[in-house]
Nanobody, 115 residues
Framework: QVQLVESGGGLVQPGGSLRLSCAAS????????IRWYRQAPGKQRELVAA???????SYADSVKGRFTISRDNAKRTVYLQMNSLKPEDTAVYYC?????????WGQGTQVTVSS
């Protein structure tokens, strides 16, 4: 089983940047698709970005051009670089690891965008 630990959240002003990290315990980390989700208070969890084992990326329309997902398989870590942050980006951000037959979630990290 794979365990995930997110870090890097915090309080930032509108227009600012944060970089989230998702560190995994999986021995063969490179075979997993990693997704970042977020959940704001009173809202459903939504998919923000994803990166496949081959490095292909995809983004929600609401974050395209502002967020970048990347992975370092040697460090078993996926990053979410978030620029030009808006108040509506405020949420708990979760990473998810997936391969056929296996899925795992981290505990989440809070991101608050406020002046």
């Amino acid at each position: 089983q794979v365990q995930l630990v997110e870090s890097g959240g915090g309080l930032v002003q509108p227009g600012g940047s944060l970089r989230l990290s998702c560190a995994a315990s999986a021995t063969i980390f490179s075979i997993y698709t990693i997704r970042w989700y977020r959940q704001a208070p009173g809202k459903q969890r939504e998919l923000v970005a994803a990166i496949t084992s081959g490095g292909s990326t995809s983004y929600a329309d609401s974050v395209k051009g502002r967020f970048t997902i990347s992975r370092d398989n040697a460090k078993r870590t996926v990053y979410l670089q978030m620029n030009s942050l808006k108040p509506e980006d405020t949420a708990v951000y979760y990473c998810n690891a997936f391969r056929p037959g296996v899925t795992a979630w981290g505990q989440g990290t809070q991101v608050t965008v406020s002046s």
